[in-house]
């Protein structure tokens, strides 16, 4: 079995590299060695490589996730987000592959304290969002085999994210301002990745139900807990901070604005997933504590 993945060199496309390798056959386009076209801003060459390759199954990992610079490059945001992956979708539909997609919390509007789940009214409340919420409706529309996951604060430990960020803040200041007032689940791409392939592997057995699903890591909690929880955990492991748990001040999203507006609530209802496939999702601090166990032990 060929599995075509897009998007391997990002988060977690980098991961999926690991995950699906005992599933088939992985063809990544732009990995070392291929001459496949894997840019996002060429549909046709895209296309293309999915005629050329004739997979089983293509996953895209590939996404635009500059939420704030989106505002002011929508166009591109919505040929990385919609245009490319609902041809890519239309393309496998034609070869009779299945398509993976990854969506986002962000396609709904943040109101409100319940986690969101798949019938929900979605209303994006920025161009990130519109778009991602637009892939989703073309990917659907093409008639491909598909799986559509939705998550939402994704972290890896290769590359940057929230966690280093804190830590080499807390490293050069006394304080720290983080908000209290967003509310979701960290959710590691290795994690996602993981899930990925178990989902993928039952469905290719004929077990599972294809679709929309929501893929989160469990619990909830806010960027100005997740901060301390880093900071606290980094403290334990002999990291030498200037700024400590109790230094890292709680404010509301009013007070540190941003081109794009953020959802406040990010909570997702995985219950649907979990039962199609039969899986138990871990709590977002054993994912957070392990990404930050491996990140330590790479300082000197």
């Given amino acids: 079995m060929k599995i075509l993945l897009f998007g391997a060199q990002g988060q977690v496309g980098w991961e999926l590299q690991r995950s699906l390798a005992p599933l088939g056959e992985l063809v990544a386009p732009g990995r070392a060695g291929t001459e496949l076209c894997g840019d996002f801003h060429d549909v046709a060459g895209l296309v293309e490589t999915v005629q050329a390759v004739r997979p089983q199954v293509i996953v895209n990992a590939a996404a635009y996730t500059a939420v704030d610079r989106a505002e002011s490059e929508p166009e591109v945001a919505r040929l990385i987000n919609a245009t490319a992956p609902g041809a890519l979708a239309q393309a496998a539909q034609a070869v009779g592959a299945w398509f993976i997609h990854y969506s986002t919390d962000y396609v709904f ?77 960290p959710t590691g791409a290795d994690l996602l990745a993981d899930l990925t392939a178990l989902a993928l592997r039952s469905l290719l057995r004929g077990d599972g139900r294809p679709g929309l699903y929501h893929v989160a890591a469990s619990g909830e909690t806010t960027w100005n807990a997740y901060a301390r929880f880093v900071i606290a955990h980094a403290q334990r492991s002999g990291a030498v901070l200037n700024a400590g748990v109790e230094d890292v001040k709680p ?25 199609a496939f039969c899986l138990t999702l871990p709590r977002w601090e054993l994912g957070v504590a392990r990404m930050l166990d491996e990140i330590l032990g790479q300082q000197p």
């Fill in 109 to 185: 509007d943040g109101s409100g304290e319940q986690a969101w789940n798949e019938n929900d009214h979605t209303a994006p409340i920025n161009v990130y969002g519109h778009t991602k919420l637009n892939g989703e409706q073309l990917v659907r529309g093409a008639g491909a085999q598909h799986l559509i996951l939705r998550t939402s604060w994704v972290y890896g430990a290769r590359g940057r994210n929230f966690a280093k960020t804190m830590l080499r803040l807390a490293a050069e200041r006394s304080g720290l301002e983080v908000v209290d007032d967003q509310v979701g689940a």
């Fill in 251 to 275: 404010i509301p999203t009013s007070v540190f604005p941003t081109q794009a507006r953020r959802p406040h609530n990010s909570r997702l209802d995985t219950s649907s997933f979990r039962r």
